[in-house]
């Protein structure tokens, strides 16, 4: 199968170069099927789902609620009622950090994150902690990218309420050791969040052999649309949070009394739902699942040591992440200069890297540095894309240092 030739943004040139599109952990391509799913739902299905009387309204719910059933298989979730659409991985987290918190955060209570997350999973819990009262805990990692699980053990006490780590650092790249993180966490009856934004379009994700209590991510990495994403929850929590956002769906009977609330996983999504992205979702996870999970992997495994060794030959270059178990991202620095001036560079070359924080400030924090360049591969990309890259910094980095 010849992958690259479904995605149609792929092939053009900027500033008169062929786009060699390194910036997929920010977000994915979208592949052929997935455009059409968006423009089929527009041209031939649009209607609001649920309750409706009417022949298009009831097909969008099925199409709608088979998608809801394609993830669960997708992550092996036990309930289909376990899997919430959200806007993605952000606004799941809020969901959580908001709703588990008011349900099981008191005063004095205590949240760990890792030192490696995300703003996105670290100021939900800001939020709350600042709200009820509690306090954030930090699990520290090493110059290599690694977490320190003894550090975590440590951390842990009687006050603490949850753990929240990131599957794969969308910086480092390092892919966390979730499954022991979660046998620690629930020696203690601590439930674990896993923001997986960064490993679901990379690895084969099984929340129930992960065991993690809340597992989260967005549509728009993983091939899909933007404006949907997931948020997995093990339904005995879900059954005690209170809802989230007000509205729609998520009742069951409203008086000026009382209101009371709808089954899951209706009680969390609140209001008309993003119908054609969700469907795009659908499409998108057929389109992972033709590929084959284990053939992206391999594929993106040899990119990324190819890409890896041959950096290792850029005078100057400094890589931030080098743990054994990675996923395809390599951030790097050339020597002392600034990250953005290098994409910048790069860009005229028809490369598009991120430079920059990547959300990560505290990982910057940590090695004293502004930022990195952060090229990371996807299914389409070549190993000829990866000589244009090494060619165009080795032009760059004698113009910069
Ligand atoms: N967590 C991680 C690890 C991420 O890489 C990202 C996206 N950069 C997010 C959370 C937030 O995802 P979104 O913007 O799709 O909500």
């Not at 209170?242 to 069951?252: A, T």
């Not at 560079?345 to 502004?370: F, N």
Request: contains cysteine; hydrophobic residues 40%.
């Amino acid at each position: 199968m010849d992958i690259r030739s479904l995605f149609p943004i792929l092939d053009q040139t900027v500033y008169g170069k062929p786009l060699i599109y390194f910036d997929n952990a920010a977000t994915t391509q979208k592949p052929q099927s997935v455009i059409d799913a968006l423009n089929s739902y527009y041209t031939t299905l649009n209607s609001n789902i649920h309750r409706g009387a009417h022949y298009l309204a009831a097909k969008a719910t099925d199409c709608y609620e088979q998608t809801r059933e394609a993830v669960r298989l997708f992550i092996n979730a036990k309930h289909s009622h376990e899997i919430v659409f959200t806007r993605g991985t952000t606004e799941s987290i809020n969901l959580v950090a908001a709703s588990f918190c008011q349900r099981f955060l008191n005063n004095g209570d205590e949240i760990i994150v890792s030192g490696m997350e995300h703003h996105s999973n670290i100021v939900p819990w800001q939020l709350a902690c600042e709200r009820l009262g509690g306090h954030l805990r930090v699990i520290p990692f090493s110059d290599e990218g690694i977490l320190d699980l003894n550090a975590l053990e440590n951390l842990i006490n009687a006050k603490t309420r949850l753990i929240a780590v990131n599957h794969v650092s969308n910086t480092l790249g390092t892919i966390n050791p979730i499954a022991e993180i979660v046998k620690i966490a629930h020696s203690h009856n601590i439930p674990v969040l896993v923001d997986g934004a960064q490993s679901i379009s990379h690895m084969a994700v099984d929340v129930q052999s992960l065991g993690c209590d809340f597992y989260c991510f967005s549509g728009h990495k993983m091939y899909a649309p933007m404006g949907v994403g997931v948020m997995y929850g093990k339904e005995e929590l879900l059954n005690e949070m209170p809802p989230y956002q007000g509205g729609g769906e998520m009742i069951k009977e409203v008086t000026f009394e009382k209101t009371t609330y709808n089954e899951l996983p209706f009680k969390f999504e609140a209001g008309t739902p993003s119908v054609g992205d969700v469907l795009g979702l659908k499409a998108a996870i057929d389109f992972m699942n033709l590929c084959g999970i284990d053939n992206i992997a391999a594929h993106e495994k040899m990119l990324t040591d190819y890409a890896s060794q041959q950096l290792r030959e850029i005078e100057g270059i400094r890589f931030f992440g080098v743990a054994p178990h990675k996923t395809s991202v390599i951030s790097f620095l050339i020597g002392d200069t600034h990250p953005y001036d290098v994409g910048t560079l790069l860009d005229k070359l028809g490369i598009a890297v991120r430079t920059g924080h990547h959300c990560t400030q505290p990982i910057m924090d940590r090695y004293k540095i502004p930022g990195t360049v952060r090229a990371s591969f996807a299914v389409y990309n070549t190993r000829e894309e990866i000589d244009l890259f090494i060619q165009a910094l080795q032009r760059i980095a004698p113009m910069l240092q």
